[in-house]
């Protein structure tokens, strides 16, 4: 009879901390990110500097566990012809999954339209926290995904390798 409450007891906390685990990683951490006072940025081909596009509807999310949980959507009237002669693309660039109780943001979806050319991704922002580059996806129908990549500085100074002098300084924090 012990056997079967001592069972039980662990049965029911292994459940109570997994259903923990689970609301901390996929809804704990988020909160709601208000529209940028700067507006939606991107790099621009001739000054290197990021310069503020129109933008409408915007959505976003963030987590201050992780450099890399930012998501946005949004809208824009410019279209791909004008932004890809104006601001610096990116090649390679891959969506992160967001939550999945942030719908407007489908991961899969941008990266097909990326890889179908539908799409363009652009540099928003360099260096946005340390090692982490924050890009934007516009559609050719103008709608716009936000998200955070490793940069190469990042890659290599969180797998321990040394960075060289190109990259910024580590923070000390």
Known sequence: MNGKIVGSVIMVSAFIAGAALYYA???????EVSAPADGVE?????????????FDAFQAIDADSSPIRYRACFTTLHSLA????????VDGAEPRNGPGWFDCFDAAAIGAELEAGTAL????????????DRIVAITS????????????????AYDGTITGEVCPDLPTN
């Open 42 to 54: 991107l790099v621009s081909v001739v000054t290197n500097q990021p310069e503020a596009i129109p």
């Open 25 to 31: 990683q996929v809804y704990g951490f988020y909160q």
């Open 82 to 89: 004008l932004l890809s002669e104006s601001y610096a693309l």
């Open 121 to 132: 991704a652009f540099l928003a922002q360099k260096n946005v926290h340390f090692g982490v």
């Open 141 to 156: 129908d103008g709608r716009g995904y936000a998200w955070h990549e490793l940069n190469d500085c990042g890659a290599k």
